[in-house]
């Protein structure tokens, strides 16, 4: 079946400007991931969400970043006012929930450049 | 929180030879450490992963050994082939918790030299 996907594949803005990015999870997968992978390093967990739950938003860097998730399905990660330091790829994963599953699969990511 | 570190940065190798990538993890409550394999343009892909309740996985040129003693754990690729280079990524995790977020390790950039 289709994997995960997020949308644009690319995107380039001005600072200061806002930015939706979008992911498509795999069917069923309740549970699901974004996370910013700046160059040359690791993957930085940003928030998660778990079907009805409030989401864990732990790891967003600033209250510029929110992110909602529709309908337990699509989710959407918003970046306001984006800075430079912004720039980054950005993967959402997903994940089935139920006992003993622990495999996030990822999308292929964002890549967004602030310039 | 999980502080995972990985060693080497980059690795060279000759087709054919070995390659091995050392991570630590500072949670001892960590007891999940899965390994990904990000290739340019894609994300990362689950390649191999290992539990606690276990020192050794092997898949085919792929092993990954476990030491919760010294918090330490690695992957090993054997007979190296082209298709191997890539970003490698190891991960931990604690299964005790429901959300399984994982901490990365900063990734190591495999090239397999023909």
């Known amino acids: 079946g289709a994997g995960v996907s997020q949308s644009p594949s690319n995107k380039v803005t001005e600072k200061g400007k806002d930015v939706e990015l979008r992911c498509d999870p795999i069917s069923g997968h309740t549970a699901l991931y974004w996370y910013r992978q700046s160059l040359g390093q690791g993957l930085e967990f940003l928030i998660y969400?778990?079907?009805?739950?409030?989401?864990?938003k732990s790891g967003l860097p600033s209250d510029r970043f929110s992110a909602e998730r529709t309908g337990g399905s699509v989710s959407t990660l918003t970046i306001q006012r984006t800075q430079q330091e912004d720039s980054a790829v950005y993967l959402c994963?997903?994940?089935?929930?139920?006992?003993?599953?622990?495999?996030?699969?990822f999308g292929p990511g964002t890549r967004l450049t602030v310039t | 929180g999980e502080n995972v570190e990985q060693h080497p940065s980059t690795l060279s190798v000759q087709e054919g030879d070995s390659a091995v990538i050392k991570c630590t993890y500072s949670?001892?409550?960590?007891?999940?450490f899965p390994w990904y394999k990000q290739e340019l343009g894609k994300g990362p892909q689950l390649i191999i992963d290992?539990?606690?309740?276990?020192g050794e996985k092997k898949d085919q040129r792929i092993a990954v050994t476990l030491n919760k003693t010294a918090k330490h754990f690695s992957l090993h690729i054997t007979e190296t082939q082209p298709e191997d280079s890539a970003v490698y990524f190891c991960a931990a995790t604690t299964r005790e918790s429901t959300d399984y977020k994982l901490s990365f390790g900063a990734g190591t950039t495999v090239t397999v030299r023909a």
């Open positions: 949670d001892s409550a960590s007891n999940y």
């Open positions: 994963a997903s994940r089935a929930f139920y006992g003993g599953v622990y495999e996030q699969y």
């Open positions: 969400f778990q079907g009805n739950s409030a989401p864990d």
């Open positions: 290992i539990r606690s309740n276990v």
